[in-house]
């Protein structure tokens, strides 16, 4: 096997490959784009929007990733989703001698088990509500009929965001642990369950790359997990999102570095022998106790976020294809990363409530209509940005929607209120039958 630093075709005419297909992998594909570096660039398998910057491959399997990779002979391949990597498509990359940012297959572990990392973090002395991890649905509603408090009941597996239900009483509780391991509304991944203390707090996404040795803590973002206003209705993938985050002050970031991240990274390298490299999502709660604030950790991501990055990505100045290099060649350390400070705030409309022939769907995250027109995009505002998650065209090219989340806009503000302003005034530009939005994003 050649070596990562003599297999890749560094310069300044590369080759980018971005997997991915939705609002973050269109905002990593678009930060790419405007670097000077890149000549050409590929998403597997992108969709409409992603098209307009960058040539959609059809690759969706690994094996076809790969082989597609290898064929077009791609000098960099960024990740962008957590599946193509809990399958272990950077180990596949890295025996081609293929160069790739992500975390490999053994350390993905951290988002595919939330029962694994949850055990290790508490090993660690990371702040977690206190939890236990079930496989008996009778063992698991004896411990919330128990335990006196609310709790948050877990799918242990991937579950696309949504495998977390958040309970008001023992009732609820029971029937999400009933939903989970009895009906497996999330298939095999809820298997087992975390059962965990509802803690109540300020949520904040904090994000850090690494190169396996040095972590360098990136900016934070207000995300929106609860489908409907005032955080209420089911958890979705998210909902929209600003940054910066008004909590994440230095020294906050500090405190969440030497709590959180740095123990993880290392402890999990020390005790494994694992090395994590690639960007780590803290999903935090930042939770008042005796005069302190303390983040207590909700879950670990292996990638960015979605809509996270949406808001992220637009605040660095760097170019992604410098710290995907320094990542890949571990030489994190000489990287300086700038953030702009002005305010970024992602709105995310869905396929929401509307009429089918056999009656009415409820709207994501529950079931949704697909191949709806979408029109008015020509409108927006050219400063701000448009995201694409779930769009395809149509059979005479139009415009259409795919999925649940279907695109999101994202403006710019030196305040929070005026970038506030700004998405909600050119998100009613844009239109599809059954569309909708939260109406509180950034509403502090
Ligand atoms: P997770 O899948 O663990 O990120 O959880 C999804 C969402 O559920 C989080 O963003 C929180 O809004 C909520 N959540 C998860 N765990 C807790 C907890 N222990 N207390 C309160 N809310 C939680
Ligand atoms: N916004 C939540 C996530 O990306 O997992």
């Known amino acids: 096997m050649k070596g990562l630093e003599e297999a890749v075709g560094w310069g300044e005419s590369m080759k980018v490959l971005v997997i991915g297909s939705g609002g973050r992998d269109h905002t990593i594909a678009w930060k790419f784009s405007l670097s000077p570096r890149v000549k050409k660039l590929y998403v597997a398998h992108g969709n409409a929007g992603i098209s307009q910057i960058a040539e959609c491959v059809n690759a969706r399997s690994v094996d076809e990733m790969v082989a597609f990779a290898a064929t077009k002979r ?29 975390p490999t297959r053994a350390a993905s572990r951290l988002e595919s088990s939330k029962s694994y990392a ?19 649905p009778d063992r698991a509603r004896d411990y919330v009929r128990s335990v006196g408090y609310p709790v948050v009941v877990k799918a ?38 975390e059962i965990e203390k509802r803690l109540y707090g300020r949520e904040l996404s904090f994000f850090s790359f690494t190169d396996g040795h040095s972590l360098l803590p990136m900016v934070a ?23 910066p985050h008004p909590w994440l002050t230095e020294e906050m970031s500090q405190t969440i570095m030497d709590r959180v991240v740095q123990p993880l990274v290392v402890g999990f390298r020390e005790k494994t022998g694992i090395v994590y490299k690639g960007i780590i999502y803290a999903g935090l709660m930042l939770v008042e106790e005796n005069n302190e604030i303390i983040p207590y950790v909700l879950e670990i991501n292996i990638r960015s976020g979605d809509p996270e990055d949406q808001v992220i990505l637009p605040r660095l100045e760097n170019d992604l294809v410098d710290v995907s290099e320094a990542i890949i060649q571990e030489r994190l350390h000489e990287v300086k ?32 209509k697909i191949g ?33 989340r279907v695109l999101c806009v994202v403006s710019r503000g030196t305040t929070l ?16 039958n059954g569309m909708y939005c939260r109406s509180d994003i950034g509403k502090e």
């Open 156 to 193: 242990d597996g991937l579950a696309a965001g949504k495998g977390s239900l958040v309970c008001d009483d023992v009732a609820q509780a029971e029937d999400a642990i009933h939903q989970l391991m009895e009906r497996r509304i999330f298939g095999d991944s809820g298997k087992v369950v």
């Open 221 to 243: 973002a207000q995300d929106y997990k609860r489908a409907r206003d005032n955080d209420e209705g089911k958890n979705t993938g998210g909902m929209g999102s600003y940054s």
């Open 74 to 102: 791609i000098d960099l391949t960024f990740v962008g989703p957590e599946s193509p990597l809990s399958a272990g498509i950077v180990d596949r990359f890295q025996k081609e001698g293929l160069a790739i940012v992500g």
């Open 337 to 368: 990363p700038q953030w702009n400070p002005d305010y970024r705030l992602c709105l995310i409309a869905v396929s929401g409530r509307t009429k089918g022939k056999k009656g009415w769907y409820k709207g994501y995250p529950e079931r949704y």
């Open 417 to 432: 209120a005026e970038a506030r302003e700004i998405a909600y005034r050119e998100m009613g530009k844009i239109h599809f």
């Open 118 to 136: 949850k055990l290790l973090m508490r090993e660690l002395g990371v702040p977690v509500a206190e939890f236990e991890v079930f496989d008996d």
């Open 372 to 404: 709806v027109p979408i029109t008015g995009l020509e409108n927006v505002d050219p400063e701000c940005l448009v995201f694409h998650s779930g769009t395809g065209f149509g059979e005479s090219g139009q415009l259409i929607t795919t999925g649940g």
